[in-house]
Structure formats: structure tokens, C-alpha cells
């Protein structure tokens, strides 16, 4: 069973960065391809972003793409990153960590495991 914890979220305004990060509880970190979604208030939760077991191949959705980078800590080997630049408000969500074993997915039915989410604010 896989724990995952994330941090790094908070409010900023329009424009401002953040870094979330996510802690993974196993050493078997690096077999699973990880996600991030998000989730805002009334909304569905949505893919936001995946990247692969190796760390090379990554998958953006639209509204971020160019803004926001995933990267795997290869170092650490138990964390993955998703770097948020020019944020505006529409990025206002609760951001969630995801894992996969089957690889990688923009589908959320296709991750095992959950974080507990972090918030991110973003105002004007």
C-alpha cells in the first residue's frame, strides 16, 4: 500500500509560483507513474498532469501546458514535483497526488492511490 503525502500548497496572486511536492511512503516509488489532479470547489476532479515510471515521458493537460512541469526526484527516489508558474485564479483547486502501476493515464479511474490533497489559492 502505497502513502502519499503532499505539501508546498498555499495562496499567491495572479501571476506568482508554487511548488507542490509529493512524499511517497515506498521504496517501490519508482514502479509507479504519477499523477496530480485537482479539484475545485463545485467542479469534478481533473487530470492535471502524469509522468511516467522512468521520468522521461509526461503528459500535460491543456490548461497548464507550458505553466506547470511534473518532475520525479531521482535522487530521492520518493518524490514527485509539479512546479506551477503564472498562476491566475482559475487554477484555484485542491491539488491531489496520485500513483499508477499500469502507466501512465489522464484517466482518474486509473490511479490506485490518493493523496489527501493540497490547497492551492490563487487571487487576483
Known amino acids: 500500500q502505497v502513502q502519499l503525502v503532499e505539501s508546498g500548497g498555499g495562496s499567491v496572486q495572479a501571476g506568482g509560483s508554487l511548488r507542490l511536492s509529493c512524499a511517497a511512503s515506498e521504496r517501490t516509488f519508482s514502479h509507479y507513474a504519477m499523477g496530480w489532479f485537482r479539484q475545485a470547489p463545485g467542479r469534478e476532479r481533473e487530470f492535471v498532469a502524469v509522468?511516467?515510471?522512468?521520468?522521461?515521458?509526461?503528459?500535460y493537460a491543456d490548461s497548464v501546458r507550458g505553466r506547470f512541469t511534473i518532475s520525479r526526484d531521482k535522487a530521492k527516489n520518493t518524490t514527485v514535483y509539479l512546479q506551477m508558474n503564472s498562476l491566475n485564479p482559475e487554477d484555484t483547486a485542491v491539488y491531489y497526488c496520485?500513483?499508477?502501476?499500469?502507466?501512465?493515464?489522464?484517466?482518474?479511474?486509473?490511479?490506485?492511490?490518493w493523496g489527501q490533497g493540497t490547497q492551492v489559492t490563487v487571487s487576483s
Open positions: 509522468v511516467g515510471r522512468q521520468g522521461l515521458a509526461t503528459s
Open positions: 496520485s500513483a499508477a502501476t499500469r502507466g501512465i493515464s489522464v484517466y482518474l479511474s486509473w490511479y490506485e492511490y
